[in-house]
């Protein structure tokens, strides 16, 4: 409403129809608005139009407060510094995609990018004219080699001040229509015209890769005379170990977490540090600076990567772990997380968000001390060593007496529980859950499901340890399975059964894990047990074995966001090219001064090991 004017034709107007989804011209907007009381005639403008706002962010080679604020930028152009054109809130998507296919990896340039400067001789481009506009590989290529190939590339401006003329010829105008629908077409917010998180596109976009990779057939061919061409995460995948002591009898139980494709680290602010930095502020609109000329700008917090990571593998406390071979009780544990493997690109999240009192997400004002070269040598994992006390193997603990039937519970065990107020019936289905005769572990089974429908029925005659017999076969409380299901109620039995297996029995971390995962929940419940979703006839992508390394690294790739949360303002990448660092903005693409390593979101980095030898399988 703040841009209505007398001049109702610079109104901003925006349809959420989803054959439209994007901003829209009303011819008869001063009737429409007439009806429901509201006059035009003298209203004044209070706001921006999205257009003006564009333009303050994208108009001028100069970056102003967006990046690099006072840099003189040279505009750059040819193989791998080829723009893309903004589509309207897709800069999160140009950012990713210049990252992963503007030839910064030369693994993904080699598969989906140009043979020397003819863009059509790439294998994966060629399929029918009817078929091309769905299919990812060909979108893919067709994109990654108009960016590595350099043949769109506009002429080079005088100096960044005047105004190229061929900035509008549509010649020299890279847009990403075809790839970002392939893409998102069937997302229900990478479908969408609005700003989106681009860590949540970068994961997104690489299970998009996978699935068409892994269905290629004969399209996709390994380079290295191995039987199955790599897919793209695996570049980027790594394994966690985790670490776990048991609380009740000390006992050790080592872990390994399903393969990850983004590490996301959390910043300790009680570790931050604060003093006035000689850098510019380059991730600060003009709105956000301090305000009139001279006046002092605010003093930012500084944490350290290493202090991130620290924190990341720092030892936490699970309170409701349970344990099979204290049959399944609960106990308190202590986890300690480290790298099974070291990927041959890292790529690191920073959490700059969080919610505030208000449930919204707040950018937190913090700058993060990143060195051009790191080494996580020291969180390697060790596994099992010497000396350590550590628990059976549930294959062990499965072969353990048989659970208990109601006649071989603990009869001292079940009088003090019926003392307690509880029906025998509940005390028996509590008894025969634990084990038979564990009294404590009993009581807070009770306490769990004490309000269950069945609770106090009598247990079915021949059957009376069949539900716990199904807890211990899928290692997890059925309780807890159906409790969840009727809680949640937009997942089944198995789906909630797998999380919580998942989760060491946690129902709070399941529910977590669930939620998070709801977009393609069957692929990650399957890529859990290493096993293909449903009608997916090709091998699983878990049956490779994830690189490995030194873990040094360098820094060879950034994302930063600008603006107060991630589903509005503006992306932008910095990528080294040649040893030199270039700024992505959308279509402007320039040699950078200052490279704001401080204030990215998102930090690419290559395994030293492997600069200048890229993986044969590609």
């Given at each position: 409403m703040g841009t209505i004017t007398d001049d109702i034709s610079t109104a901003d107007c925006y349809s959420y129809a989803k054959d439209e989804d994007g901003p829209v011209t009303i011819p008869n907007l001063k009737e429409l608005l007439e009806k429901r009381g509201i006059i035009v005639a003298g209203m004044q403008k209070t706001v921006k139009s999205t257009a003006e706002l564009e333009v303050e962010l994208n108009a001028t080679y100069a970056f102003d407060a967006i990046t690099e604020k006072g840099a003189h930028l040279v505009p750059v152009a040819g193989p791998g510094l080829q723009g893309l054109q903004n589509l309207g809130n897709s800069c999160y998507m140009n950012s990713v995609v210049q990252m992963l296919l503007g030839g910064s990896i030369p693994e993904l340039a080699s598969r989906y990018g140009s043979v020397g400067s003819d863009v059509t001789k790439n294998p994966l481009i060629r399929i029918s004219a009817s078929s091309a506009s769905n299919d990812l590989l060909c979108q893919a290529a067709k994109l990654s080699t108009a960016l590595t190939s350099g043949v769109f590339c506009r002429p080079l401006p005088e100096s960044v001040e005047v105004s190229d003329p061929s900035s509008s010829d549509p010649k020299y105008r890279l847009a990403p229509r075809m790839f970002k629908n392939v893409v998102g077409h069937d997302h229900v917010d990478f479908g969408t015209g609005q700003q989106q998180d681009a860590a949540q596109y970068f994961q997104y976009l690489l299970e998009k890769l996978d699935g068409a990779e892994l269905g290629a057939g004969n399209r996709l061919k390994s380079k290295d005379d191995s039987d199955a061409a790599l897919v793209t995460s695996h570049l980027f995948s790594y394994k966690t170990e985790s670490r776990l002591v048991c609380e009740a009898d000390s006992l050790i139980k080592y872990k390994e977490s399903p393969a990850e494709t983004m590490l996301s680290l959390r910043i300790p602010m009680s570790e931050a540090t604060t003093a006035v930095g000689d850098a510019p502020d380059v991730k600060r609109q003009k709105s956000e600076d301090s305000g009139e000329d001279g006046k002092e700008k605010k003093e930012v917090p500084t944490v350290t990567i290493d202090a991130c990571l620290n924190a990341w593998s720092a030892a936490t406390t699970i309170d409701d772990c349970r344990w099979p071979?204290?049959?399944?009780?609960?106990?308190?544990?202590?986890?300690?997380?480290r790298f099974a493997n070291f990927p041959r690109y890292l790529l690191v999240h920073m959490q700059r968000y969080e919610l505030g009192d208000d449930w919204q997400p707040h950018k937190i004002e913090v700058d993060i001390d990143v060195p051009e070269e790191i080494s996580l040598h020291t969180l390697r994992s060790t596994g099992p060593q010497d000396g350590e006390n550590l628990v059976p193997p549930e294959s062990e603990v499965g072969e353990a007496p048989a659970v208990p039937s109601a006649s071989t519970l603990d009869e001292n065990a079940l009088s003090q529980l019926i003392e307690m107020g509880f029906n025998m019936n509940g005390c028996k289905r509590?008894?025969?859950?634990?084990?038979?005769?564990?009294?404590?572990?009993?009581?807070?089974?009770?306490?769990?499901?004490?309000?269950?429908?069945?609770?106090?029925?009598?247990?079915?005659?021949?059957?009376?340890?069949?539900?716990?017999?199904?807890?211990?076969?899928?290692?997890?409380?059925?309780?807890?399975?159906?409790?969840?299901?009727?809680?949640?109620?937009?997942?089944?039995?198995?789906?909630?059964?797998?999380?919580?297996?998942?989760?060491?029995?946690?129902?709070?971390?399941?529910?977590?894990?669930?939620?998070?995962?709801?977009?393609?929940?069957?692929?990650?419940?399957?890529?859990?047990?290493?096993?293909?979703?449903?009608?997916?006839?090709?091998?699983?992508?878990?049956?490779?074995?994830?690189?490995?390394?030194?873990?040094?690294?360098?820094?060879?790739?950034?994302?930063?966001?600008?603006?107060?949360?991630?589903?509005?303002?503006?992306?932008?990448?910095?990528?080294?090219?040649?040893?030199?660092?270039v700024i992505f903005n959308d279509e402007k693409v320039a040699l950078s001064e200052h490279p704001p390593t401080r204030h990215a979101y998102m930090y690419l980095f290559q395994r030293s090991d492997t600069v200048g030898s890229p993986h044969a399988g590609y």
């Open positions: 071979h204290l049959q399944n009780a609960v106990s308190r544990a202590t986890s300690t997380t509590a008894l025969m859950a634990v084990g038979g005769s564990n009294v404590e572990a009993a009581m807070n089974w009770v306490f769990e499901h004490n309000g269950d429908a069945d609770f106090n029925d009598p247990l079915p005659e021949g059957s009376e340890s069949a539900g716990v017999a199904a807890a211990s076969d899928s290692g997890v409380d059925e309780g807890v399975v159906m409790s969840l299901v009727e809680n949640l109620g937009c997942f089944s039995a198995d789906q909630v059964r797998a999380a919580l297996k998942h989760c060491n029995g946690a129902a709070d971390r399941a529910a977590d894990w669930l939620f998070s995962h709801m977009d393609d929940l069957d692929s990650a419940i399957a890529s859990l047990d290493n096993v293909a979703p449903a009608g997916n006839t090709v091998s699983s992508k878990s049956s490779v074995p994830l690189e490995d390394g030194d873990g040094k690294y360098n820094l060879v790739g950034l994302v930063s966001h600008i603006g107060k949360n991630t589903g509005s303002g503006h992306y932008v990448a910095h990528l080294k090219k040649d040893g030199k660092w």
